[in-house]
């Protein structure tokens, strides 16, 4: 495994992507954008629109779309990572520039739970949180943004802990449940302080994953308010349909469906927050790495298993692994808007879909084929080793 983070550019960089066929936003109220050119400036987006009415002088870094299909890099809300691009629950290496091959380009830890031997006292798993924190700050594999350093929650915590991690950098807490703290009160008291001091939170929701956890039913994630309820759908197994109605009504958080959950209840929770008019709360995740192994397609393959399983435009759904959990989890990526960071994902339908386009292909069920990833206006990978070859790609000119 490498041990140093990919080598930046070392002048001013400016990246013009032209030729695309389409490009989708990553905003539900305009998932789609009248433009075929984008370009970005020291790795921040800094023109959309007709290629005769943007900039593109002095680019130095082209590339020729080819007609091909531009969105926002997709971001999984729902990661558990260790050390690196290793991960001790599958003994595997390079699970995440394998993501990247499967377009995310931003992953967000719900607890850095699986590090052999993790530390319960409170000493112990403060200094844990902040050392991932620097680690997957200092060391981007493959260029992606993992945000992560997410203490687990446990009984003797006190505001100054809160108060003491928010200043060492920490942002994220980890599910709520997978600790001792198993109770509501308890529960709501410590994600106050951590709110109080700027810390994101994510509560476990459903029957246990791990030794240690157990059953969080909707009275639990109720009381205990935290910013995104945690795999909905199960993380392996779902609430009730009727408890998941609860949630979805009883509160305005995100309510996160992941790929290593139970699909059936993701459909629901879907259907749920469509009858609300709510699908601004929905954010996809992986839930992996795992029992369930690696899944360097699973924010792409929830996309297109809730766009045609759910009935949702292929637009929308692209929405919910982006701009839904960017401006979530307030992330400066996952939406295309000047002045955000220029990462992206560049796809066509894949080779012999039944779909007459792009849009369709997805809403049928199939995979995407992707051509090429951005990180902050850095082409990162070219055609992807692990989706299906697409009918067109991008290209370097």
């Not at 400036?41 to 009415?53: C, F, H, M, Q, T």
């Not at 701009?323 to 990462?343: F, Q």
């Not at 850095?378 to 080793?385: D, F, H, K, L, N």
């Amino acid at each position: 495994m490498a041990q140093d983070a990919p080598a930046g550019p070392s002048g001013p960089t400016k990246l013009v992507i032209r030729n695309i066929g389409l490009l989708l936003s990553g905003a539900l109220e305009n998932p789609i954008l009248d433009a075929d050119t984008v370009v970005a400036v020291d790795g921040r987006i800094s023109a959309i629109g007709k290629l005769k009415d943007v900039d593109v002088e002095g680019a130095t870094t082209v590339v020729d779309a080819n007609g091909t299909v531009l969105a926002p890099g997709l971001i999984d809300s729902h990661v558990h990572p260790v050390a690196g691009d290793w991960t001790p629950r599958q003994n595997q290496l390079g699970w995440i520039d394998s993501t990247l091959h499967g377009g995310v380009t931003t992953m967000i830890s719900a607890g850095e739970v699986h590090t052999p031997g993790r530390p319960r006292d409170i000493v112990g798993l403060k200094a844990m949180a902040i050392t991932a924190q620097r680690c997957f700050d200092a060391f981007r594999v493959a260029g992606v943004k993992l945000h992560a350093g997410a203490p687990v929650l446990e009984l003797g915590m006190t505001e100054d802990d809160f108060k003491e991690l928010a200043a060492a950098g920490v942002k994220l807490l980890g599910e709520v449940g997978l600790g001792g703290v198993k109770d509501g009160k308890n529960a709501r008291e410590m994600v106050a302080w951590a709110r109080k001091y700027g810390i994101q939170s994510t509560i476990h929701t459903g029957g246990p994953s791990i030794p240690g956890s157990g059953l969080i039913g909707a009275d639990m994630v109720l009381e205990a308010d935290t910013d995104v309820v945690g795999h909905i759908n199960g993380g392996h197994t779902a609430l009730p349909d009727r408890e998941i109605r609860c949630i979805c009504e009883g509160c305005r958080r995100g309510l996160e469906i992941v790929h290593n959950g139970n699909e059936r209840a993701a459909l629901y929770t879907l259907r749920t927050a469509r009858e609300l008019g709510q699908l601004e709360r929905v954010i996809l995740g992986t839930d992996g790495p795992a029992g369930s192994g690696v899944q360097p397609l699973g924010i792409i393959r929830m996309v297109s298993m809730l766009s045609a399983l759910g009935e949702v435009p292929a637009e929308i759904a692209f929405c919910f692994a982006t701009g839904n959990t960017a401006r979530m989890r307030a992330l400066d990526v996952g939406l295309i808007e000047t002045g955000r960071a220029a990462d992206f994902v560049l796809m066509d339908k894949a080779q012999h879909s039944a779909g007459k386009d792009f849009l369709e292909s997805i809403q049928l069920g199939d995979l995407p084929g992707i051509g090429m990833t951005v990180i902050d206006g850095i082409v990162r990978t070219g055609r992807s080793r692990n989706t299906p070859p697409a009918t067109k790609v991008p290209a370097v000119v």
